[in-house]
């Protein structure tokens, strides 16, 4: 007979398959009975902006309609409903059985979602595709903004908590997260050289080659557009603040120096685009015909500033938290190394005054009775140890 595991497995792929084979017959069974989609004519007096993105001009962009104009895009409705079940249903689990999950992780988390939503299906998904500033919002909320307080609900370290672990050799969705995080494609994409590049980097590709164009005119385009964005700034904040679990944590001061590069690097590109006298895609953001707001060169200056301005914020909040994280990695190590002084009598202090009485050919002499051990940090090299005659 077959193994127990085999059985199962066995069985969880005909169930698989049976599930599939009965979604298939039931979209074929609608289909069967939905006439075929008709291309939509445009009227002889189309408006520029049907024309051109499919929907009538909307109305000035102005006061209150930052927050009242929405556009639902029903795809990133379901992911975001389906991530908050998930969240909080991952959070119920834990406390049931006892275990404690902070509240501001959870608070992160679906504030991260909301900001999501309103970038996805608010007032930069209604005017991304007729206000280059507009889009520029839309832009930096889906890559800074969104992703940093997602990053500090730590769904990595709540699915890895809430998730059963299989002991039978088999791989789960726990196990095969693990394997993600651990693989080399997993320890490819948070090197946090390469995290960087890609997060700054790939500003430079969209906006400037056909990418921003097929992204504007097709809905996969801008769909793709939405997940790379999303994608590149989770990853970067992972890097740079995340508490899940990574392949490799980078040094601190790496951080900072990859915050401050990156910083410098929208700022170059803003300036550009604020100093230019060229339209990006000008076949599309100056044939829109709006009859309202700054012209189209204008605006891209105000979409310049934008990503000078509120892309910088984001940033400055990161290098802030690194700082503190370091801060209080160093006073951890400075409090382990003094309860390991206490523990084995300054042991390594002593060995470092001898080594240092055997190089200046001199008798060593232990630290005076009682005396307290000298003040460590994790940032100080080993001659800094020193025994202070």
């Not at 370290?157 to 693990?178: H, Q």
Request: charged share 15%; hydrophobic share 50%; net charge positive.
């Amino acid at each position: 007979p077959s193994p127990a595991p085999a059985r199962r497995l066995l069985w969880q792929l005909i169930a698989v398959e049976a599930v599939i084979m009965g979604a298939v017959m039931g979209v074929s069974s609608v289909l069967s009975r939905t006439a075929p989609p008709v291309p939509e004519e445009l009227a002889p007096d189309a408006s520029p902006a049907r024309i051109l993105t499919g929907y009538e001009l909307p109305p000035a962009l102005e006061g209150a309609r930052w927050i009242t104009m929405w556009r639902f895009d029903w795809l990133w409705v379901a992911i975001i409903a389906f991530l908050t079940l998930w969240y909080l249903r991952s959070v119920w689990q834990l406390r049931r059985r006892g275990d404690r999950w902070p509240v501001l992780r959870t608070v992160a988390w679906l504030a991260g979602l909301a900001v999501l939503l309103w970038a996805t299906s608010g007032s930069p998904a209604v005017y991304g595709r007729v206000l280059f500033s507009a889009h520029m919002v839309g832009h930096m909320t889906l890559t800074m903004l969104s992703p940093v307080f997602l990053v500090l609900g730590a769904p990595i370290t709540l699915a890895l908590r809430a998730l059963p672990s299989r002991t039978d050799g088999t791989r789960g969705p726990r196990e095969w997260i693990l394997w993600i995080v651990h693989s080399p494609w997993g320890r490819f994409i948070t090197n946090p050289i390469v995290a960087g590049v890609n997060f700054a980097g790939s500003i430079l590709v969209f906006y400037y080659t056909d990418f921003f164009r097929f992204s504007l005119e097709t809905h996969v385009g801008h769909e793709f557009m939405n997940v790379h964005f999303l994608l590149t700034g989770f990853l970067f904040a992972l890097v740079m603040i995340g508490s899940d679990p990574l392949p490799r944590r980078p040094p601190y001061a790496l951080r900072l120096v990859l915050l401050m590069a990156t910083m410098v690097f929208h700022a170059f590109i803003g300036v550009a685009m604020t100093t230019s006298t060229g339209l990006l895609q000008a076949s599309w953001f100056g044939n829109m015909g709006r009859d309202w707001g700054p012209t189209a060169l204008e605006d891209q200056r105000i979409g310049g500033a934008v990503m000078w301005g509120i892309g910088e914020f984001p940033t400055v909040m990161m290098a802030v938290m690194v700082a503190v994280l370091w801060y209080r990695s160093d006073r951890k190590n400075a409090v382990r190394l003094d309860r390991q002084a206490d523990r084995d009598g300054d042991a390594e202090l002593r060995r470092w005054n001898e080594m240092y009485a055997r190089m200046h050919g001199t008798p060593a002499t232990d630290a005076p009775s009682g005396a307290e051990p000298a003040a460590r940090d994790s940032s100080t090299g080993p001659e800094e140890a020193r025994d202070v005659r």
